[in-house]
């Protein structure tokens, strides 16, 4: 029997409520922490590149780069590790809430997450090349297969099929389905937009009144950090973007997770 959209949400939701402790810890130490490292390292030249405006002179920017060339390039390594490490976050969140007997392990979901870890790179990259050259050809194949595709990343941890079988076994399981995968996709992605939109009214009102001229349109006429307001409304943003992370990443995984959970059954 197909499931409502309603019993879907709700299921995941109530999941969520179940396991939030352990995805708010992988969250914390996958892409909080390496997120705040990343800021660290940003910290003594991203305000230099922000004084220069929206049309910054090229020797402008190059003369900031040799000024602070070694902290850039530990920025650009900060990024790049933070990137692996978020991508092992998504595997080791799926790998889990798929493979969990009633609750979820941190270090059990860990642990799966480590082993599959370079199979779902592989996989991503050859699905992002796939979409992106559809996307290249026309917008509406790339649609289309977006939706089609939708559950190969389960199918591929779960299943631990191949990349290709993955994609075409997701393909055969929306096929027929096609509208009502698409319709549940758009009317979950709303639901999230609705609370990220919440999420950037409380944050933006709380960044105006810790320090209104961060709300300032003129970047190049303001002095960065030139009082703790500016390290305080910093801390704000991340505090309630990991917050945020914590509610959507999860529960984005789950509804799909359950989703393809029961296409798999009917």
């Given at each position: ?39 660290v ?28 060339k ?10 790049i ?26 270090s ?16 991503m990259i ?9 996307y ?49 996709s ?18 933006g ?44 990443i999860?529960?984005s ?13 009917k």
């Amino acid at each position: 029997m197909k499931k409502r959209f309603g019993e879907l949400f709700l299921n995941s939701w109530k999941e969520y409520k179940l396991d939030y402790r352990v995805f708010v810890l992988i969250i914390l130490l996958l892409i909080f922490l390496p997120s705040v490292v990343n800021y660290v390292c940003q910290f003594p030249w991203s305000p230099e590149i922000l004084k220069l405006g929206d049309n910054p002179n090229s020797q402008d920017i190059l003369n900031i780069f040799y000024n602070y060339k070694y902290v850039i390039i530990l920025s650009i390594l900060a990024g790049i590790v933070s990137f692996i490490l978020a991508i092992l976050s998504y595997v080791t969140m799926t790998y889990g809430s798929l493979n969990k007997k009633k609750e979820m392990s941190f270090s059990e979901s860990l642990i799966g997450g480590k082993k599959n870890f370079w199979r779902y790179l592989g996989f991503m990259i050859v699905s992002v090349i796939f979409m992106l050259g559809l996307y290249l050809l026309l917008i509406i194949p790339g649609i289309i297969f977006s939706v089609y595709w939708i559950f190969s990343s389960f199918i591929f941890i779960k299943e631990k099929k191949g990349i290709i079988e993955s994609l075409r076994g997701s393909y055969k399981m929306v096929k027929g389905n096609w509208w009502r995968t698409f319709g549940y996709s758009l009317l979950f992605f709303l639901i999230i937009l609705g609370i990220s939109f919440v999420f950037s009214l409380v944050s933006g009102l709380i960044l105006f009144i810790i320090n209104p001229a961060s709300m300032s349109n003129d970047l190049a006429t303001i002095n960065y950090y030139s009082n703790y307001q500016w390290y305080l409304g910093d801390a704000v943003s991340l505090i309630i973007n990991f917050t945020l992370m914590s509610i959507t990443i999860p529960l984005s995984l789950l509804f799909f997770k359950n989703f393809y959970l029961s296409m798999k059954e009917k």
